[in-house]
């Protein structure tokens, strides 16, 4: 377990509606990733937060959004969700803004239907 | 711009085999490298990490990896299988500061009897 909390673990949805996913990262750790998984993109690092700022965004669309709240956690929120948007979501954290070690949750797997 | 390149989709090897999964990376700067193991229906998992020092490293479950700069290459081995470590392996890449973490696209790694 390495202490990194996703919820849900899956996601049934369909074209154009709008999801959140939910990370709360180890305790102590102040930075939050957020990555996406799939067959064709493999691992793509989409955003990352520290102590509530972002510090860092890689390829993520205009219709994805996220957050880190003052308790730490950090939610996605993905919108007009369209098919190639099935994934699997993972949250990652670290102590510190650096993202030496990264310990990553189970993910959200997400199915666009 | 930090990259890796892993060579092999999938790699199959015998109980009791040498294990080698290859990873050669593309950086402006002294690189950072990891390598990470993803387990059916989990999250990412940190194998072992090189940032300075020692070229070669060692991980967890007996793996280790050596870094060659003149080869730009941070190859993974362990000298004897197990089936346990069938898994997904990527190595990835950062840069320094707070670059993000840059992964490859994966190897698969099949352990028969």
């Known amino acids: 377990d390495s202490g990194v909390t996703q919820t849900p673990k899956h996601l049934i949805t369909a074209t154009g509606q709008r999801v959140t996913l939910r990370c709360s990262p180890r305790?102590?750790?102040?930075?939050v990733y957020w990555y996406q998984q799939s067959l064709d993109q493999g691992l793509q690092f989409l955003i990352h937060?520290?102590?509530?700022?972002?510090?860092a965004k890689g390829n993520i669309l205009e219709r994805f959004s996220a957050q880190q709240f003052p308790d730490l956690h950090s939610e996605l929120n993905l919108s007009s969700l369209e098919l190639g948007d099935s994934a699997l979501y993972f949250c990652?954290?670290?102590?510190?803004?650096?993202?030496?070690?990264?310990?990553f949750g189970s993910g959200t797997q997400l199915s666009v239907l | 711009a930090q990259s890796v390149t892993q060579l092999g989709s999938h790699v199959s090897v015998s109980e009791g085999a040498l294990v080698l999964l290859r990873c050669n990376y593309s950086?402006?700067?002294?690189?950072?490298l990891f390598w990470y193991v993803q387990y059916p229906n989990q999250g990412l998992q940190l194998l072992l990490k090189?940032?300075?020092?020692?070229?070669l490293v060692k991980g967890i479950n007996g793996f280790e990896a050596e870094f060659k700069k003149s080869e730009t290459s941070f190859h993974l081995t362990k000298p004897s299988a197990h089936m346990s470590d069938a898994a997904e392996y990527f190595c990835?890449?950062?840069?320094?500061?707070?670059?993000?973490?840059?992964f490859g696209t994966g190897t698969r790694l099949l352990v028969s009897p």
């Open positions: 990652a954290s670290s102590v510190g803004p650096a993202n030496e070690k990264l310990f």
């Open positions: 305790s102590g750790d102040l930075s």
């Open positions: 937060y520290y102590n509530g700022e972002e510090r």
């Open positions: 950086s402006s700067v002294p690189p950072y």
């Open positions: 090189y940032t300075t020092g020692a070229t």
């Open positions: 990835a890449v950062r840069g320094t500061g707070f670059q993000k973490l840059v």
